[in-house]
């Protein structure tokens, strides 16, 4: 049986979180799921050119990185000697600015996905059947967004992410306001539940053994009515007050982090939010405060 060749690209600008979306793209293809050759890099890696690519997958993050996206996308055009219909290409930026991607004529071809692998991988990835393109006929399988990251592919670069000792998780996706400067209603619509953290976390000391700090990475993760549960999920997987773990022989903090804020408008509806989240090894906590005028809630919420 051929095995693919499957190149995972992350442009070369400096991040602080590994990219997992490309994680779960790497268990897709990795030795759980299609068992294709997963290998991942970071940049223009000169490696890279001894290989022929069946397919290739670039993650973008922030806008104003740009022109280390379109290196990293023209790059990955000359490994398939410009076939571009083996390119895909998706993340933040090239969410948020799907058209501008689009309007570059050089790239003719090359997908550019906007929003969440959440559809079957077919679908998610626009995988054109009549051209009988690579898994095209995954229209059933589970989506790519609910898949455990591959921590292992990160072990293939050099880079080290500041923060990549941890579980990054999403309770919800999306939001349930509508704040217009805000990407977020756009790209993942209506607040939704996403999987039970704890099964998540389960599946990944299984494969991956156990991460120090959790980084929940919600849009408005207070907004979820199910908060009490979560943080109660968050206690029991042992990121509880003052949580210690093993690490090289001596015992180290845990930390929760909510990466995007909590939702400064609802905290001081309800004492309930700051007791709960309190329960937690929290750092930092981070208000976001998100219309201007918010300062009397903010200044009550802390
Ligand atoms: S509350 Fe936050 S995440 Fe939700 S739409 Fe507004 S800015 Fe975006």
Redesign the pocket.
């Known amino acids: 049986v051929k095995r693919y060749n499957i190149l995972l690209l992350e442009p070369s600008y400096k991040n602080k979180y590994p990219p997992l979306g490309l994680m779960k793209i790497a268990q897709y293809h990795g030795s759980q799921g299609k068992d294709d050759n997963v290998v991942f890099m970071k940049g223009e890696d000169p490696e890279a050119k001894k290989y022929s690519w069946d397919r290739i997958y670039i993650t973008t993050l922030f806008t104003f990185e740009f022109p280390a996206i379109r290196k990293n996308i023209d790059f990955a055009i000359s490994l398939v000697n410009g076939q571009t219909n083996k390119i895909f290409v998706g993340g933040i930026a090239a969410s948020l600015m799907h058209q501008y991607f689009l309007m570059h004529p050089e790239w003719r071809g090359v997908r550019f996905i906007k929003g969440l692998l959440n559809k079957s991988p077919a679908e998610s990835l626009q995988l054109d059947d009549f051209e009988e393109e690579l898994y095209s006929n995954d229209t059933h399988g589970s989506p790519i967004e609910y898949l455990v990251p591959d921590y292992d592919i990160l072990d293939q670069i050099e880079y080290q992410y500041p923060v990549n000792d941890a579980y990054f998780l999403y309770a919800t996706r999306g ?1 349930i ?3 217009k400067f ?1 990407g ?2 756009k790209l993942e619509g209506d607040q939704f539940d996403m999987p039970d953290i704890s099964s998540v976390v389960k599946n990944i000391i299984k494969q991956y053994g156990e991460k120090k700090d959790l980084i929940m990475m919600d ?2 993760v207070v907004a979820s009515s199910n908060f009490n549960e979560i943080i109660a999920q968050a206690v029991d997987l042992g990121f509880g007050k003052d949580a210690v773990l093993s690490r090289n022989g001596s015992m180290v903090k845990r930390r929760v982090d909510f990466n995007q804020g909590v ?1 400064a408008r609802i905290l001081t509806k309800s004492e309930n939010y700051l007791k709960e989240i309190s329960r937690l090894c929290i750092d930092p906590l981070r208000i ?1 405060f ?1 219309h201007l005028g918010l300062r009397k809630q903010y200044e009550k919420s802390v």
């Open positions: 939001c306001r509508k704040c805000c977020v209603p849009n408005n939702d976001a998100d």
